[in-house]
């Protein structure tokens, strides 16, 4: 009976899903139904990868300075369930996760895996809400700008910058910006959560790489849009320059839409270095010390967590891709 | 209009997931706000680690006595007093009237020594079990060869609590001061079993009882009204901020959202000196701390079995040069292994000395050890360290140093969990360590290198030293004679033994000039009781 939920979930499910895409009459619905198929299953695949390298690692969650006690370490990994074999301790942790039950942390004794989650969800998920904002605020906007004005000073000082977003580490960005806006004019709070407007330069800091990509994008999109036969027509039938530019600035849009859901999946599970040097309390700082301390299972709790999060969000990306441009078709 | 409900629907979701995390956010400011470090292990006095756990397991417990801010002697806390008895084996004490749980349940002496066998019990997973070894029955406890009831804690009567001892021990008060050892709600326990330790269950006994703990963010305090000294209290909350960055400390100090950080980063620390005169630098507050960075040798590798090749690669490193031009911090170069300011027993304990710098002696050395090995020079060895920005800097520091003797060591960057086994396993050549003090006795230094200890790691085994060390055991209650074997013991170490000691460690706090009670300690103790505001 404990292992119930996780064959209903990822044999039970996918099979079900997997035959109703089959006899399906809509293409889109039966796309629609593998890839709720393949979610499980991808899950599943990733976990045993991940649970098999966590325990291939040198160290374990109760090395220290100062060793344990044997008797002491046999009991922790007792309690811990660390002292059954191996393949034992997996199925215990699938079965744990179809049930959304990931364990106790090793590393913070006094949280489960699940609650350690959800403790830092919301900061993760405000954080990579706004940078994504930030993302399209500025990346559509100026790479538009810079492709009207190609070849133009606006046009160089555009690519200028999103080379330099590009190249700069992010704890250099963070410092460059955050010296002057929170240290010389005294705008923003200088990290924590305990106002809103904490959570604007964070964002800016995480988001301003990706908008220089989004910028990237659709610069290339609209300028190689307005290069070819398709804007002589339009301007011939009467339509004006600027209704020409937003016709090719949504064709650009397939690239920026496809790439946001790689996007999405990077500003979450790359928010290490912005979450530790303006304190905020996410999820991004879990995942890599998880890893460095051994906590087995914080570390796979947060790989299930981000597998899923980067598969639906690709997905959702899929999903935007024939509302950006009609002509594209899901199969 | 129906196409599009479902971008509306999304749309609608996200603004409320949005206003949800808003709503996460604004937190009114506690009394005092102290940056501290990175989230506690646990809450659970047994399960803590570090000496950031420990400063905020000291505002909501506290022991049978506690460290004296200034001196670090035991002082009353739980007990009103104690008595020895003349052989120093059998230890009494007696509790303060009217001692109560944070939820206004009585403390009496039978809970304190169920929670210290608790302590012992393998199944709490105590990682300074052995704190209490001196106890008859205590090591047997704790390594599931005895049972509890043949530990020697008894408690009489409600307010009296005895401790039979197997042997005198030189630093038994000292080691009940020690956070592990802070008493457990028996009752919350049983009846809440690993999870009493969550906000909603937590109960404890010291000046502050907790509020809530987010996690890498806060844990919030409050005036614990059922504290024996309440109405005392300057405080009425305290919030332990969770940052492991220094310079995150750094910088949310400079805009005044802290009142103390309990670290500087050391690259500021030049910049805060060069302002003496000016907030933040006027408010830096340095003093030497009982730890010790070292380098620990293995002598199964090849080439480090012979003491004079270890000794020659200790003598090469100028730790003044190391500590003014690398470090700058205002950490002391280490000649011997334990610190500056330690004591032994009541007594201040002055350490031998190593040998000073000698470039001639080292290569001198050298040429013997390689010799003696049937050796012409010492192989290629690697240099572990952790991937922390100062252990880098110092391994690179001495990779260049060892180049004087004409030695090639490589310098190879692990992450601490790895490093840890590496040396667990006997897998290294020489590796970054560091001790610090539990307690102020030279004795919980240099016990690190007996044969038996599992801090060795080494694979160094002197019965010269262990028989030093067994004889300054023997010596509990006559500190001098005492502090003449550990000084004969260190400088063996020093001489024959496996390390390479190179700097104590320095604290680094900053300090509002309104906040009071902040007394620099060499253990970095804090007593929340003593914190006021004076602004």
């Known amino acids: ?331 | 209009m129906h196409s599009l409900r479902l971008p509306l629907i999304a749309l609608a979701t996200v603004l409320a997931l949005l206003l949800w995390c808003f709503s996460l956010t604004g937190t009114a400011p506690a009394d005092l706000v102290i940056g501290n470090g990175p989230d506690p292990r646990s809450l659970d006095p047994a399960q803590a680690q570090s000496v950031a756990d420990a400063r905020v397991l000291a505002s909501l417990f506290e022991g049978l006595v506690i460290p004296d801010p200034l001196s670090g002697t035991p002082a009353a806390a739980m007990a009103q007093h104690w008595t020895e008895s003349q052989d120093g084996l059998r230890w009494s004490f007696t509790l303060r009237p009217g001692l109560k749980w944070s939820d206004g349940r009585a403390i009496d002496a039978p809970d304190i020594a169920w929670s210290m066998l608790r302590f012992l019990k393998p199944a709490t997973g105590a990682r300074m079990a052995d704190l209490l070894d001196a106890v008859i029955g205590a090591e047997d406890c704790r390594r599931g060869r005895g049972p509890a009831s043949a530990v020697a804690i008894e408690a009489p009567d409600a307010s009296t609590l005895i401790f039979r001892l197997r042997e005198r021990h030189p630093c038994f008060l000292k080691l009940l001061a020690q956070f592990p050892l802070y008493p457990v709600p028996r009752h919350v326990y049983e009846k809440h079993g690993a999870a009493w330790t969550s906000a909603q269950h937590f109960v404890s006994n010291g000046p502050f009882r907790l509020v809530h703990w987010r996690l890498r963010d806060r844990i919030r305090v409050e005036r614990n009204p059922h504290w024996r000294d309440a109405a005392q209290l300057p405080l009425g909350s305290i919030d332990w901020r969770c940052i492991d960055s220094p310079a995150t400390l750094l910088n949310l100090y400079v805009a005044g959202a802290l009142d103390i950080a309990m670290d500087v980063p050391l690259s500021a620390i030049p910049a805060l000196l060069a302002s003496p005169g000016s907030a933040p630098g006027s408010d830096l507050r340095r003093h030497p701390r009982l730890g010790t960075f070292f380098l620990r040798m293995n002598v199964a590798q090849p080439g480090f079995a012979h003491s004079a090749v270890r000794r020659a690669l200790s003598l090469v490193v100028d730790r003044d040069l190391l500590c003014s031009q690398l470090l700058r911090g205002g950490e002391e170069p280490a000649w011997s292994f334990t610190p500056t300011g330690m004591h032994c027993g009541a007594l201040p304990y002055s350490a031998l000395r190593a040998s000073p710098l000698s470039l001639d002696e080292a290569r001198a050395e050298l040429r013997i050890g390689l010799q003696a090995q049937g050796m012409s020079t010492l192989p290629a060895f690697e240099l572990l360290h952790t991937t922390d920005p100062l252990d880098s800097s110092v391994a690179e520091w001495l990779q260049h140093r060892y180049t004087i003797l004409g030695v090639t060591c490589k310098t190879v960057a692990l992450d601490a969990q790895s490093l840890r086994t590496r040396m667990a396993d006997g897998d290294y050549a020489m590796a970054r360590s560091s001790w610090m003090a539990d307690y102020d006795d030279a004795s919980n230094y240099l016990e690190c290198f007996e044969s038996s200890s599992g801090a060795n790691r080494t694979g160094w085994s002197h019965a010269p030293y262990d028989a030093l060390l067994r004889e300054a055991r023997s010596l509990a209650g006559a500190d001098a004679e005492r502090a003449a074997k550990l000084r004969a013991a260190e400088a063996l170490l020093l001489h024959e033994g496996p390390i390479v000691p190179l700097f104590h460690y320095c604290s680094r706090s900053l300090v509002q000039p309104y906040v009071r009670g902040f007394e620099p300690n060499p253990l970095e103790w804090l007593n929340p009781a003593a914190l006021r505001v004076q602004r």
């Open chain 1, 1 to 331: 009976m404990e292992h119930l939920p996780a064959v209903l979930l990822f044999v039970l499910t996918p099979v079900v899903l997997l035959v109703c895409a089959r006899r399906s009459c809509s293409a889109r619905r039966g796309s629609l139904l593998r890839r709720a198929a393949w979610l499980p299953l991808t899950v599943l695949c990733v976990h045993a990868l991940s649970f098999a390298l966590v325990h291939a690692v040198p160290g374990g969650p109760f090395d220290d300075d100062r060793p344990l006690a044997a008797e002491t370490r046999a009991a922790l990994e007792a309690r811990f369930g660390l002292d059954r074999p191996a393949f034992e301790q997996w199925l215990h942790a699938v079965s744990g996760m179809a049930r959304a039950e990931f364990g106790p942390s090793l590393a913070h004794r006094d949280h489960s895996v699940t609650e350690v989650l959800v403790a830092g969800a919301p900061a993760s998920l405000l954080l990579g809400a706004l940078a994504l904002a930030w993302t399209l605020a500025l990346g559509i906007p100026f790479g538009l700008w810079a492709a009207l004005r190609r070849g133009r000073s606006a046009d160089l000082t555009i690519s200028a910058c999103i080379a330099l977003l590009l190249a700069l580490p992010t704890f250099v960005l963070t410092g460059l910006l955050l010296i002057p806006l929170v240290f010389w004019w005294k705008l923003l709070p200088a990290a924590g959560l305990d106002q809103p407007s904490a959570v604007l330069l964070p964002s800016l800091c995480l988001g301003l790489p990706f908008a220089a990509q989004v910028a990237r994008l659709v610069r290339s999109g609209v300028a190689e849009a307005l290069q070819g036969e398709w804007r002589r027509t339009l301007v011939a039938a009467g339509l004006p320059e600027r209704a020409v530019a937003f016709a090719a600035l949504r064709l650009s849009l397939v690239s920026v839409v496809a790439f946001l859901g790689n996007a999405a999946a990077g500003v979450l599970t790359g928010s290490l270095v912005v979450e530790q040097i303006f304190a905020i309390p996410g999820l991004g700082a879990h995942f890599v010390e998880s890893a460095l301390n051994r906590d087995f299972t914080l570390a796979l709790g947060m790989v299930v967590l981000y597998t899923a999060l980067a598969y639906v969000l690709n997905w959702a990306a899929d999903l935007m891709l024939p509302v950006v441009d009609p002509r594209v078709e899901l199969s």
